[in-house]
């Protein structure tokens, strides 16, 4: 059925209305870091400076160990993100393949642990962490992101291994292969779109982190997350915006580029699948 113009005009305003209140704070993130901080206090405000201060990410990287920042912030993912998938692989496969009594249960359970605040965690997690000395140490915070994350990316992959069939496992170990191997040969490579996304998640949720890092890493400055150390930039009682504004862009760009990295492997990994 064809749609009337009209309908075709009120659907692309709404899609551009959106889009527009979605990309809005960003485009003024990107306003206020090259804006002269004065100018920040104009009424009516200027939606774009007269003269951009491109200059001030140098300035930031040069003043401040942004660089260091982030790649503690990077470690720390990286580190997160390979522990949590390598206990969420094989929970999630186990939950998938594995008839055992109260297995819907435990999959809800597990669930369930996810909805928990990561501030109910801090006390427990910072009295086990003093005990075994890593307080200021990225393992500190490298086990604290994969509490969070791998609830979620073990229910996530349990429900992509229920949509690959049974009968590709059984296939490779009529040729001989054990049940691991026909997980690692034949049903990860199957799953890549599904490991991508979830490894993308939680990397996302740990770079974001805050909370863990604020309490677990406050006497180690060389250690701090790029979170961490933009909180730094604020005064007590003046705080150049501007300055703080340029930090969050940085911080932010990675993520953003692993969006646009990923995306045509995610799209490559379902086509794929698909034709198998």
């Not at 113009?5 to 990107?30: G, M, Q």
Request: hydrophobic share 50%.
């Amino acid at each position: 059925m064809r749609r009337r113009p009209r309908d075709s005009i009120l659907l692309y305003a709404a899609v551009i209305a959106t889009c527009a209140i979605l990309v809005f704070p960003i485009y003024w993130l990107v306003v206020t870091a090259l804006s002269e901080p004065d100018q920040l206090r104009q009424l009516p405000p200027k939606f774009w400076p007269d003269q951009p201060r491109w200059h001030v990410f140098g300035e930031i990287m040069a003043e401040r160990p942004i660089l260091l920042w982030l790649g503690n912030s990077a470690l720390a993912a990286i580190g997160a993100v390979t522990l949590s998938m390598t206990v969420s692989v094989l929970a999630g496969y186990s939950l998938s393949r594995f008839r055992v009594r109260g297995g819907p249960s435990l999959g809800l359970f597990i669930l369930t642990a996810k909805m928990l605040p990561a501030t109910l965690l801090v006390i427990p997690l910072f009295g086990i962490f003093r005990q075994l000395e890593l307080i200021g140490s990225l393992w500190s915070i490298i086990l604290a992101h994969a509490t969070l994350i791998i609830p979620f990316t073990t229910w996530m992959l349990k429900g992509y291994f229920d949509t690959i069939p049974r009968e590709l496992e059984q296939a490779a170990m009529i040729d001989g292969c054990s049940p691991l191997g026909a997980m690692v040969r034949v049903i990860l490579p199957v799953s890549a779109p599904g490991l991508a996304a979830t490894a993308l998640y939680g990397f996302v949720l740990s770079w974001s982190d805050y909370a863990y890092a604020r309490t677990f890493l406050t006497n180690a400055q060389s250690n701090w997350t790029a979170n961490l150390g933009i909180t730094t930039m604020k005064g007590e009682y003046v705080s150049n915006w501007s300055d703080i504004s340029a930090a969050s862009i940085l911080v932010a760009l990675p993520i953003l580029l692993i969006y646009l990295f990923l995306e045509r492997y995610l799209v490559g990994g379902l086509t794929a699948g698909a034709e198998k």
